[in-house]
Structure formats: C-alpha cells, structure tokens
C-alpha cells in the first residue's frame, strides 16, 4: 500500500463546468504524477510534479492545469470541461531514489462530462 | 511522443498454461517495469528491472530487460484465474523521472 488516496472516486458533470480532482499521499514523497487512461491508449501523463510549487507538463496537458502548495497533496483542474477529457484519472507518486523510479498508482477517479 | 508497442493486445488461454507478452520501442530505455491492473483499481508493479540483461523473478512471473535496452519481455508460468487483468509495460527513457507505457494485454484464463 503506497498510501495514496484520490477523491472523488466517481463523478459525473456538465461540460464546460470546472473541475478539480485531489491526489493526497501520507509517505512525503517529492515525485507526484497526473495521468489519464483510456482504452487502446495505456496511460498518459498529464502534469507531474517535482516539489512543492514545482510542476511540468506532460504529453496530453492542454485543458488542465495542476497545483501541489503541500507535499502530500497534488490537485488536478479541468478548467472547463470537455466530453473528450471522459476518462478514468490516476495519481501516481514515485519513491525516487538512487536508481528506483518505480511509480505506485491510487485507486483512480472515474470521471464522465456530459 | 515515444511509443511503446507492447503485444498481444489480449490473450485468451487456458488455466496452467504458460505467457509470454512484451513490449518494444524504437527508443533507448534505462528502467523497464510491468504492471498488472485489475477491473476498477489501479495498476500495481509487479516487477522492475534496471539493467540490459537483467532477469528478474517475482513468483510465476518473468521478466527481462532487453540486451539493446529497447525492448521487455514478461512471462507468466502455469496461469491461474486470478492472472486475469490487463498488463502494462512502462519504460524510462534515459534522462527524467517520466514513464512512458505501452497500451496494455488483456489477459483471460479458462478454468
């Protein structure tokens, strides 16, 4: 258990409505990531984050944004969103050290935008 | 963005029977890690690996961190039902904390 928890786990909203999806994590680790999974695509990064206040964006990062003011929690907004951002989210946090980049996922919000 | 090409995209086999999957890349790649993600939760590692050549055991599975580091191999020994799920493989590429994934094999097993 990597102690990762995501909230809401499940929701539903209109588009063009903003929302934000919290990851928190209880072990201080430095490395937290925001991705999306849809079928036939695996999962793709959206924003990951190095430190507190330190973020970057991923490959699919248009139409969200990110903010981490506390090393345990990292939050994900669709500043307005789209049926196309229906998908399952998944925080990620990496217990980078050394040589480990080993990532450990949370339980996932299912989000679907109507 | 890189690509991972991982294969099968699913499997249908019978109980006992052995699998293989993998995952290549036209890419250089310095860690190579597999997942297994079971119906609504999130993946969870079963096995990392960090070095070409490298041959890592966790139970019934194998894998193997390919001799030109672009390439992973993830074998699954005597299937059981609950090997069911669908497997990622992910690779770092040689610079950053960033992973890249392959699109998944679903796996199923006949009892």
């Known amino acids: 258990d990597a102690g990762i928890t995501q909230s809401p786990r499940h929701k539903v909203t209109e588009t063009g409505t903003p929302v934000t999806l919290r990851c928190h994590q209880t072990?201080?680790?430095?490395?937290m990531y925001w991705y999306r999974q849809d079928p036939g695509h695996g999962l793709r990064l959206i924003h990951y984050?190095?430190?507190?206040?330190?973020?970057d964006k991923g490959e699919v990062s248009d139409g969200y944004s990110v903010s981490r003011s506390k090393t345990e929690d990292f939050l994900l907004t669709l500043e307005s969103a789209t049926s196309s951002q229906t998908s399952v989210y998944f925080c990620?946090?990496?217990?980078?050290?050394?040589?480990?980049?080993?990532?450990?996922f949370g339980p996932g919000t299912r989000l679907t935008v109507t | 963005g890189q690509q991972l090409n991982q294969s099968p995209q699913s499997m249908f086999i019978q109980e006992g029977e052995d699998v293989s999957m993998n995952c290549t890349s036209s890419?250089?790649?310095?860690?190579w890690l597999w997942y297994k993600q079971d119906p609504g939760e999130g993946p969870v590692l079963l096995i990392a690996?960090?070095?070409?050549?490298e041959l890592t055991s966790n139970g019934r599975l194998t894998a193997q961190f390919g001799i030109t580091r672009k390439d992973s191999f993830l074998n699954i020994s005597a299937s059981i039902p609950s090997d069911v799920g669908i497997y990622f493989c992910?690779?770092?590429?040689?610079?950053?904390?960033?992973?890249?994934f392959g699109a998944g094999t679903i796996l199923r097993v006949k009892s």
């Open positions: 990620a946090i990496s217990k980078t050290s050394g040589s480990s980049y080993e990532q450990y």
């Open positions: 072990e201080n680790h430095r490395y």
């Open positions: 984050s190095y430190g507190v206040k330190d973020t």
């Open positions: 890419s250089i790649f310095n860690t």
């Open positions: 690996l960090y070095k070409a050549g």
């Open positions: 992910a690779g770092r590429l040689e610079y950053g904390n960033k992973l890249v």
